[in-house]
């Protein structure tokens, strides 16, 4: 379809409210600012397009009948849905207004399972934009998925088989109880085309050290143009695992001067960023990628914020952890599993009043799994398990009975990260809960990065969590290196010595939960249902520890 002729065509039936009429050629000619001629191929071109019926007359100056059969909205929809098969979100949008009553059934349309250009696409919808896909920086559990997806670390894990492996490193060895060499895999080329040298390793790594699961690196230190060293001030048994996390994916040595790296970032991984804006992530399969090419050469996440808005007004049918390859059409459930992971309550040691241990025990009780889920629509609750430790198998928490409000406590402050639809109901039915007691609760969303660094004056931190394989690693990397962990347990607990009993191997994963829960520091409230829906004709699709799917391992079946 020509976007000229749709704006001749839409002027046209504005002139003539859409009614047929007698005209002549002239009066179009001049409607138009055009000769005769050139009027009398746009009518036919419009006929072509089954616009219009046009009954000429024959001789000059005589009034033909021209008949209008498409509404304007209608051409627009159609050019609109031809501008997103090319890729050209924006301008799709720019032409619609940015009308989401519009836009959202051309969407839907593209969801799902395709073909085009003999080239497999995937489309999968999502309820916020995904901005950020910088390694390093503070990054939600969908982002922690996808740069996965575009970047790689020195080693990875594999979570069918529980154990790490390497990835852009073939093989590592631990020389010293202080010093780890890793020798890189040759010719991995960047996405730009450049080729991974042990530069781009080394500066990757050191940019690490002033977070604190990485605050022992003193160096990396290149060996040969392939292998490089890693010093350290402290034993870690752990560093091989460590080097999987998504912070230490390896970046080009020159990131932080190319522009707008975070939201078009270049990596090594089987998919690069084609294109990131508020209405669409678009990932290519990258053909130069060093291990087995992708099965799907092109993953859409298509941003719909409706998504969202549907489980803030209750709807269970869409969910903050459920991955829906199309809404719309029939699907089968192709995976279901109760996450390895916990929505939780943090309590801050900063705050002085939350130093006192009757006060932490009686919140433990007014804010007990049960009584938070019992607040919430059956809708939703029907996906939540109430916690009793960080993992469904583990059971730390301690009940309480028949405690009192400490006297004088008229209200508590609660921070949690904005764009997360399931959030705003969780907080809503502790405000129910305190408020039985006569305590008020103050809300507070925060952007993401302000609530991952405890950037705010609060009593409580609300949030979740999903561990991958291993609990043994995960769990405790997790208690010992988030910011905002680190931040409300510090005033109140030992982590620095705990991490470094943890890194010899001293201190376990489940002592290190069961102290921070049965102190009440941390207060476990449900655990989630993971969902993955999608057509039968998805082949290779598992459900991962992040809520997603290996995009690379996925293929579209036909028939």
């Known amino acids: 379809m020509s976007a000229r002729l749709a704006q001749q065509y839409q002027k046209l039936h504005r002139h003539f409210a859409g009614q047929a009429d007698a005209v002549s050629l002239q009066q179009l000619a001049d409607l138009l600012f055009c000769t005769r001629r050139h009027m009398r191929s746009l009518l036919q071109q419009m006929q072509a397009q089954g616009w219009i019926t046009w009954q000429a007359q024959a001789g000059r100056g005589m009034r033909s009948r021209l008949s209008f059969l498409q509404a304007p909205e209608q051409l627009q929809r159609e050019r609109a849905a031809q501008l997103l098969e090319q890729g050209r979100v924006e301008q799709a949008v720019d ?19 395709r073909w085009s250009q003999d080239r497999q696409v995937l489309g999968v919808p999502y309820y916020r934009p995904l901005p ?35 990835d852009l490193a073939h093989h590592w060895k631990q020389q010293s109880a202080l010093e780890w060499h890793f020798h890189l895999r040759p010719a991995v080329r960047w996405h730009d085309g450049g080729e991974l040298g042990v530069a781009d390793v080394q500066a990757s790594l050191q940019r690490l050290r002033g977070q604190p699961l990485f605050s ?57 960023v084609a294109a990131n804006t508020r209405h669409r992530l678009c990932l290519q399969a990258f053909d130069d990628y060093f291990g087995y ?30 991955v829906r390859i199309n809404p719309r059409e029939p699907s089968v459930q192709t995976e279901m599993a109760l996450e390895s992971g916990v929505y939780f309550l943090l309590t801050d040691g900063r705050s002085p009043r939350l130093h006192d241990s009757a006060l932490r025990d009686w919140l433990a009780q007014a804010l007990a799994p049960l009584a938070v889920i019992h607040e919430t629509a059956p809708a939703v609750r029907q996906y939540w398990a109430p916690a009793a430790g960080l993992l469904p ?28 639809p399931e959030y705003q109901l969780i907080a809503a039915a502790m405000a129910r809960c305190l408020q039985a007691h006569g305590v008020a609760l103050e809300c507070r969303a925060l952007p993401y990065a302000d609530w991952e660094q405890g950037r705010a004056e609060a009593d409580l931190w609300l949030g979740s969590v999903n561990f991958a394989t291993r609990p043994e ?29 943890w890194r010899q191997g ?49 293929w579209l079946q036909d028939g």
């Open 132 to 166: 950020n896909l910088y390694p390093g920086t503070p990054l939600r559990r969908s982002e922690r998925h996808l740069v996965g997806q575009i970047f790689n670390g020195l080693t990875r894990i594999n979570e069918e088989k529980g154990e790490v492996e390497g």
């Open 216 to 272: 022992h690196l003193i160096a990396a230190r290149p060996l040969s143009p392939r292998s490089l060293a890693l010093e350290l001030s402290e034993p870690d048994q752990w560093l091989p695992w460590l080097l999987a996390d998504s912070a230490a994916l390896i970046l080009p040595a020159d990131h932080a001067a190319r522009a707008d790296f975070g939201s078009r970032p270049v990596g090594t991984g089987p998919y690069r």
């Open 473 to 501: 690693y995960s769990v405790a990397a997790w208690v010992l290196g988030t910011p905002l962990l680190r931040r409300c347990l510090e005033p109140a607990l030992p982590l620095a010595q705990w991490q470094q009993s």
């Open 506 to 554: 001293l201190f376990h994963a489940q002592d290190l939960s069961a102290a921070v829960v049965q102190q009440r520091w941390m207060l476990p409230l449900f655990h989630n249902w993971l969902r993955l829906q999608g057509p039968a004709q998805m082949q290779g699709v598992r459900l991962n520890s992040l809520g997603w799917f290996d995009f690379k391992s996925a």
């Open 293 to 322: 090419r992708a099965l799907l050469d092109q993953v859409d996440i298509w941003m719909m914020p409706e998504l969202g808005e549907q489980l803030e007004h209750g709807n269970g049918q869409v969910c903050g952890l459920e």
């Open 95 to 113: 032409l619609l207004g940015d009308d989401r009553g519009e836009l959202a059934p051309l969407l839907l349309a593209r969801l799902g399972k």
């Open 393 to 420: 198998n583990w059971h730390h928490a301690q009940p309480t009975l028949n405690l009192q409000p400490p006297a004088g406590l008229s209200a508590l402050r609660l921070a949690y990260y904005e764009q997360h």
